[in-house]
């Protein structure tokens, strides 16, 4: 059964940046599509970015284009998310995901199969 464990949240301010990590486990890696997502109490959960499981293509939301960037590891078993320029509006809680034979594709939770337990990034003003 695979599972994701995510790290790397935290307390940040207004222009740090922050790395991410998404540990799999119970699973061949390199046939996983990644994602990232992120879920505020006032909001539904929506898609931050995501990677194909060969990692050549990648896809981001247009509020994170330019300052986030999604990666992989597949000597690691890791998937990553590296959070520059962080804005108090990037405060959430990030969870990783993934699917099969993802095509880094995917902006619907719905697309997604696995997910972690969430990581809690607070940015301060």
């Known amino acids: 059964q695979v599972q994701l464990v995510e790290s790397g949240g935290g307390l940040v301010q207004t222009g740090d940046f922050l790395r991410l990590s998404c540990a799999v486990s119970?699973?061949?890696?390199?046939?996983?599509?990644m994602g990232w997502f992120r879920q505020t109490p006032e909001k539904e959960r929506e898609f931050v970015a995501a990677?194909?499981?060969?990692?050549?293509?990648?896809n981001y939301a247009g509020s994170v284009k330019g300052r986030f960037t999604i990666s992989r590891d597949n000597d690691k078993n890791t998937g990553y998310l590296q959070m520059n320029s962080l804005k108090p509006e990037d405060t959430a809680v990030y969870y990783c995901?993934?699917?099969?034979w993802g095509a880094g594709t995917g902006t619907l939770p719905s697309s997604y199969p696995i997910w972690g337990q969430g990581t809690q990034v607070t940015v301060s003003p």
């Open positions: 990677i194909s499981y060969g990692g050549g293509n990648t």
């Open positions: 995901a993934a699917d099969f």
């Open positions: 119970g699973g061949t890696f390199s046939n996983l599509g």
